[in-house]
DNA sequence: TCACAATATGTCAGCTACTGACACTTGGCA
DNA sequence: TGCCAAGTGTCAGTAGCTGACATATTGTGA
């Protein structure tokens, strides 16, 4: 099975870039969007490739062409946060502690996607991705793995901004690790939570604050 | 797809417990062995079902009453040590700080398995299918999600343990997510670096503890 | 000890994800 | 205009996985 990189599609491509490219990001576009409906209307294994595509009119073969297989289809309309991201991280100030970067990252990150958002709600979309993939076993274990490999890309990008040696230094990779692992369980959390009151991204911002600050007195000596 | 658990085959049976149950033993067993020894001869994805059903003259569909698909197969390998380390965890004494009650159980976990293993090298099956995990993106991924499920576990006993409300006090979650998280890359790291010499369990525990104790600078403000 | 119930297993037919090979079309460019 | 490269469709096939139903095999109560 071992995956493999589908077409990488010329990421964030110029307003124009020849008719060949703008149609190919249209095609792509299409099918996430097809994906998404049929996703959110009826869940994840009760949708078919070609049920995707049939929307799309495209062969199946166009489709895994477009994506390594159903799941990164799913993934992808999370993606784009993800990127964001480690650009935030490398715009950090120097003088903020590791920890900081990370946390302003992220806030600047879910933030931005707020305004970004073309839609009514704006984070709504984010979050009904999210929750698909948080009750869909299949779709979980790959997202836990493209944060695993998220995880790598933030600890090389902590090492570069400290000045550390990554190859011998543990503290990039292990606080990266944490990290990555505090905010899963946060979004979790909100995920959990949200149910029937709105999406608010204010809200995820503060239920990430709540747990990095628990980061502390959760490694401390006594609990009680 | 949704994954659903195929028969428990009812753990730790004891001595006897008439025919029927030692037969199945018997037979997941005999499938665990041949889908470990093909797993690690060929690869996991060049090996299919009907080649590991085959070897035991089983049907294929036998093989999906024991295992809910290809993936549990690997991973069951790997599992004995994780339903003892909650029992250890479980058994520490309670003057023990949470952290430290963490790092006891694994060290615990991984020194009774170096004692216990029948085969030649002690680890060193724990280690190959390590390593096959690691290398198998389908499998990590599969991996990782059960390594999620096992922290909501670690939390739910750690709570327990400090008695502390876990629907309140988000120390427990906090905590667990750290802990597998930097277990996880200390095992990563292991993995990667024993290559050629020989497998040693003291090694792997010597580097978890060096993780572990990385896990205050890292947070430290500041890195230089 | 002999039924009968419960449980394992096998068989078969079928769906769906995914892939390689090859032919065809279309956009980019000299 | 005409050629090359890139995108797409078609087809045939493999492999994972499931439901339904028939068949054995084991446990058990009379």
Redesign the pocket.
């Known amino acids: ?4 990189v589908a ?1 990488p599609v ?1 990421r964030v491509v110029g307003p124009v870039a ?7 990001q249209r ?1 792509r576009c299409q099918l996430l969007e097809a994906a998404q409906k049929l996703f959110l209307r009826q869940g994840y ?1 009760r ?4 049920e995707i ?1 049939a929307a799309v ?6 489709f ?8 990164q289809v799913a993934l992808a309309l999370m993606e784009d946060g993800a990127d964001d991201f480690v650009d935030y991280l490398r715009a950090r100030p120097s003088h903020e502690n590791p920890l900081q970067a990370l946390r302003a990252a992220t806030r600047e990150t879910w933030e931005s996607r707020d305004i970004s958002e073309p839609g009514a709600s704006p984070a709504t979309a984010a979050l009904e991705i999210f929750q698909l993939i948080e009750c869909t076993p299949t779709l979980l274990a790959a997202y836990l793995h493209r944060l695993a490999e998220q995880q790598q890309l933030i600890a090389e990008v902590l090492a570069e901004r400290e000045g550390v040696d990554p190859a011998v230094d543990l503290r990039p990779r292990v606080l990266a690790a944490v990290f990555s692992a505090v905010g899963r369980t946060a979004q979790h959390e909100w995920a959990a939570g949200v149910a029937g009151r709105g999406v608010d991204v204010e809200d995820l911002v503060q239920v990430l604050d709540r747990h990095f600050d628990q980061l502390g007195p959760a490694l401390t000596a006594d609990w009680r």
Chains 1, 2 share one sequence.
């Open positions: 099975m071992v995956q493999q077409a010329d020849g008719l060949r490219q703008r149609k190919k095609t294994a949708t078919t490739v070609d595509t009119d495209v062969s199946q073969r166009t895994f062409r477009y994506f390594a297989n159903k799941e």
